[in-house]
């Protein structure tokens, strides 16, 4: 088995926390995106602290830096 491409992986990984962090900006919980994407809320949280980290604009504008998994 060969692994993926570096800019592969790069580009399916910023569509993932673009899709999560769009799912956050319409006000979903952590649970409720874990839902949609099929993933666990401890990994939308790591998705969210990534776009952060990586400035990914729409993740800035949430501000939200503290894992609520329910409101």
Do not use: F, N
Request: proline letters at 1%; hydrophobic letters at 35%.
């Amino acid at each position: 088995m060969l692994a993926e491409p570096r800019d592969e992986y790069e580009r399916r990984a910023q569509k993932r926390r673009a899709e999560v962090v769009a799912l956050r900006l319409q006000g979903l919980t952590y649970q409720e995106i874990a839902e949609r994407v099929d993933s666990t809320v401890g990994a939308v949280g790591r998705l969210l602290a990534d776009a952060r980290r990586y400035g990914e604009e729409a993740a800035a504008a949430t501000g939200d830096r503290r894992c609520r998994h329910a409101r």
